[in-house]
């Protein structure tokens, strides 16, 4: 199983930029998260954030028992191993085929045989729908393509949390559904963390067990899917339904005379919520699911109402609060 991601208090800035503040959060061992929020929140900061490439003022992210943050460098590198990342444009060598882009790590940080390496690859490639393209280059192949051989890259050294930065970004409804379905399947697979930042709606409420979201420098709500997916937070409303009116407009903020006029338009809160993808039939049940279950009924005393109500219904039907 993926082990436990535990963000504590952090806050990053650039100079006298604020991007967030007082961050904290915990990624659940095998559970999968998304991370949503407006264009230039720092969802990317905050992945770099977890991998100590990017370091914040305050605050802890511990992995393992290792602080990402403020650990010697050496202790950082080899925690850093457990991690597998795949940003957005799959970050591939472009003078490489996709199988020896994918076998990069492997021959690199390991020493495994070619023939032992051959067969992580030509298995990776498969789990990602890849099967054959091993000769293709990158600049050959669609930006779908080129992120899921990011995502292959990522699987070979078998990560016990995987990082995807915007895995949607460019990709039309067919390829992101095919994306999803992918990242359902790996967490079934290898019972895998997973943090996936993205602007997407039909990603953030099919996909993950655990929702949240940054907002004006910082995490508006963190909880199960069905907190963020009920919520009446109108910031939340707006994002989830892509509307222009509400409090985020194209500078982030937008001015009180603007705001006052749209708030005589009631938002409707949205009471039911999508299913969660199931991974593909043959496959083995997804073990968070279960833990999740445990884990948030004993959470359900905490919660708003329509988020308890949307669990029970789910986890417990027929039972009514
Ligand atoms: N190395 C850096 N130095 C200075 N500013 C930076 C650096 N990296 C990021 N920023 C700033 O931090 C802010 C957040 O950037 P980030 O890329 O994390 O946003 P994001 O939420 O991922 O955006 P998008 O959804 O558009 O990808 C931006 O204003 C960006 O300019």
Redesign the pocket.
Known sequence: MGIEVVVQGLSKS?GA?T?WEDVSLILPAGEISVML?P????????LKSLIGLIKPERGKVVVNGVDMINSPDRQVYETRKLFGLMFQDGALFGSMNLYDNIAFPLREHTRKSEAQIRAIVLDSMEMVGLAGDGKKLPGEISGGMRKRAGLARALVMEPEIILCD?PDSGLDPVRTAFLSQVLIDLNAQFDTTMLI?T?NIDIASTVPDNLGM?YRRELVTFGPREVLLTSDDEVVRQFLKGDIRGPIGMSEEKDAALRAMESVVPYSSRKTIPEQLAPTPGLPPRQAVWRRMDRVMRMLPELAPAARDAIVSRHLPGVKE
């Open positions: 650039f930029q991007i929020g264009s230039g929140t720092g969802k990317t900061v905050f915007e930042v602007h940054l």
